[in-house]
């Protein structure tokens, strides 16, 4: 089974811009998505948007859409979410995590693989 390792969070202002790794590892991805997903403090976890490892097909969640966008790296096996315009509400932990296509992917039940996640800060 694919293992994930996330990294790239960090201490932002407002406005700025950060991105994300996902490195996965110990399988392949062809027939996964890769989802994001984030957990402010005291909140849920929260979808931000997946991507199918081949091909083009991307859906991103009404909150971040716009401003994050979610790009692959066949060669280095990576998964990178690029976040712009940073608020403050998007404060959390973020967290990618794997889900076979043949699943719904829609749902955080679906996904598995989960990477331990990486902290990112956005002060106001």
């Known amino acids: 089974q694919v293992q994930l390792v996330e990294s790239g969070g960090g201490f932002v202002q407002t406005g700025s811009s950060l991105r994300l790794s996902c490195a996965a590892s110990?399988?392949?991805?062809?027939?996964?998505?890769i989802g994001w997903f984030r957990q402010a403090p005291g909140q849920e976890r929260e979808f931000a948007g997946r991507?199918?490892?081949?091909?083009?097909?991307?859906v991103y969640a009404d909150s971040v859409r716009g401003r994050f966008t979610i790009s692959r790296d066949h060669a280095k096996n990576s998964i990178y979410l690029q976040m712009r315009r940073l608020k403050a509400q998007d404060t959390g932990v973020y967290y990618c995590a794997a889900c076979h296509v043949f699943s719904l992917c829609s749902r955080e039940i679906d996904f598995h693989s989960w990477g331990q996640g990486t902290q990112v800060t956005v002060s106001s």
């Open positions: 110990g399988g392949t991805l062809n027939d996964l998505y």
């Open positions: 991507t199918r490892w081949i091909g083009n097909s991307t």
